[in-house]
């Protein structure tokens, strides 16, 4: 019973073109959704945030894309670089609750 | 340097034994957390801890137990180990409970044979 998925295990962007990474979730209830990043052998870093009173949050490269109505989040990457090449997490919180991360997307950026 | 840290990186032992995995941040965050990265890969909750609550995810075995010796510390217990055991833990820490930034420490795979 996944809360949160990610539908694409994994993408290949060319560099400086758009990554976009998407992330579907189950319950409207959930009110604060977060990206993460991971390298391999390292743990997840925080990447960027949302709450459910905004649609859009931007920070450079970063922007995250919310729609509540289709409970669906996106990370685009605008533009990808080679260092950009990780794992993407999605997590979504409830109030009260813990964190629910997705199973992650490898984004493969070629130079 | 490091914000969160784990110990051992990889853990590799028998079905039956008891080991722990230490988690240490120095932050001066109020919360810590394990997680649990199964095969396929999600990052489940296992527990969050405060000096004032420990939040258990039901689905955790209680074969797992988390111990706090101070705030900047979250040792994960786990006794009589699986097969299924076998993952990647994550532990993490975050200023408050709410919806503060988590931070990660770098995992420790655990492989039990």
């Known amino acids: 019973d996944q809360q949160v998925k990610q539908n694409s295990p994994s993408l290949s962007v060319q560099e400086g073109r758009i990554s976009i990474l998407n992330c579907d979730y189950t319950?409207?209830?959930?009110?604060?959704f977060l990206w993460y990043k991971k390298y391999p052998a390292e743990g997840p870093t925080f990447l960027i945030s949302?709450?459910?009173?905004?649609d859009k949050n931007e920070d450079g490269r970063f922007t995250v894309f919310l729609n509540k109505s289709a409970k669906h989040l996106s990370l685009h990457i605008v533009p990808s670089q080679p260092g950009d090449s990780a794992v993407y997490f999605c997590a979504v919180y409830n109030y009260g609750q813990n964190f629910v991360f997705g199973p992650g997307t490898r984004l493969s950026v070629l130079p | 340097d490091t914000a969160v840290s784990q110990t051992p990186k990889y853990l590799v032992t028998q079905m039956g034994n008891d080991k722990s995995i230490k988690c240490e941040q120095n932050l001066g965050h109020d919360t810590m957390y394990w997680y649990k990265q199964d095969s396929k890969k999600f990052l489940k909750i296992m527990f969050s801890?405060?000096?004032?609550?420990?939040?258990i995810n039901e689905t955790v075995p209680n074969r797992f137990s988390p111990k706090s010796p101070d705030k900047a510390h979250l040792n994960l217990h786990i006794n009589s180990l699986e097969l299924g055991d076998s993952a990647v833990y994550f532990c993490?820490?975050?200023?408050?409970?709410?919806?503060?930034?988590?931070?990660f420490g770098p995992g420790t795979r655990l492989t039990v044979l």
């Open positions: 993490a820490s975050s200023l408050t409970g709410s919806t503060d930034t988590q931070y």
């Open positions: 319950n409207s209830m959930f009110d604060y």
């Open positions: 949302i709450s459910s009173i905004k």
């Open positions: 801890y405060n000096n004032k609550e420990l939040i």
